[in-house]
Nanobody, 118 residues
């Protein structure tokens, strides 16, 4: 009932930048929080950054001062600067909130590949 569509991944050289976008659509009444997670090969999925409906943000220590999360209505962005090879992963968008009709939802996007390599 809620679809998340990510875009913006790709191949970038170390020190470069990328901007990820994730648009939520469907029977959404409100979104409580949106966020980005990532999963590298052989590793568990980990939190990158989240943003609440009030604009409060939370970042993993390994991305502070390099990544910035922002949100406009039902779209969340992740500006990634000073990228490092260890940032290589599939990046997933997540959203939590309420559906029209009152039930809650938690949804994931399909993921977008980010590869940092020279």
């Amino acid at each position: 009932q809620v679809q998340l569509v990510e875009s913006g991944g790709g191949l970038v050289q170390p020190g470069g930048s990328l901007r990820l976008s994730c648009a939520a659509s469907g029977s959404i009444f409100s979104i409580k929080a949106m966020g980005w997670y990532r999963q590298a090969p052989g590793k568990e999925r980990e939190l990158v950054a989240t943003i609440t409906s009030r604009g409060s943000t939370n970042y993993a220590d390994f991305v502070k001062a390099r990544f910035t999360i922002s949100r406009a209505k039902n779209t969340v962005y992740l500006q990634m600067n000073s990228l490092k090879p260890e940032d290589t992963a599939v990046y997933y968008c997540n959203a939590e909130g309420a559906l029209i009709g009152g039930s809650s939802f938690g949804s994931w996007g399909q993921g977008t590949q980010v590869t940092v390599s020279s």
